[in-house]
């Protein structure tokens, strides 16, 4: 639970994608809404995605208005966004790996979820007929 400790400023709450160079899709609706005090709650009524990708996440800061010290953000969970007239695929699970030849500290490190959202968005839309599923990065020997 978060107490809101500032008498007298207006709390918003801004919603962007994270990351966004790794989505196709943009943000579009209405990105700021003022945070409810009583409930400590911020209501998006109108946000959608203009198209399909895997692996969105959302990030919402909390600012005061007029601006403070006091700001934070968090961010939700990946999600994906599907037409929904795409056709799933079924059949055997196969496991590939890749190998790319980069320095995994300095480009990947701490930022997996980012890295796979990336790939997800660039590769998938290469390969229609192919559904890719349980992406998992980790540095290699």
Known sequence: ???????????????????PENYNGQLVGDVDVTLDLSTAQAHFTNLSIDDDGYQYILQI????????????????????????SVVVHTGEARTLTLTFNANYSAIVAGNEAAFISNFLNNM??????????????????
Do not use: C, H
Not at 63 to 76: A, C, D, E, L, M
Not at 130 to 135: E, F, K, S, Y
């Open 1 to 19: 639970m978060i107490t809101f400790i500032l008498q007298g400023l207006e709390w918003q709450a801004i919603a962007s994608l994270y990351y």
């Open 61 to 84: 800061q909390v600012i005061t208005v007029p601006s403070s010290s006091y700001n934070f953000s968090v961010q939700t969970d990946p999600f994906n966004v599907v037409d929904p």
């Open 124 to 141: 998938a839309p290469r390969y229609p007929n192919v559904t890719i599923t349980n992406v998992a990065v980790s540095e290699g020997k």
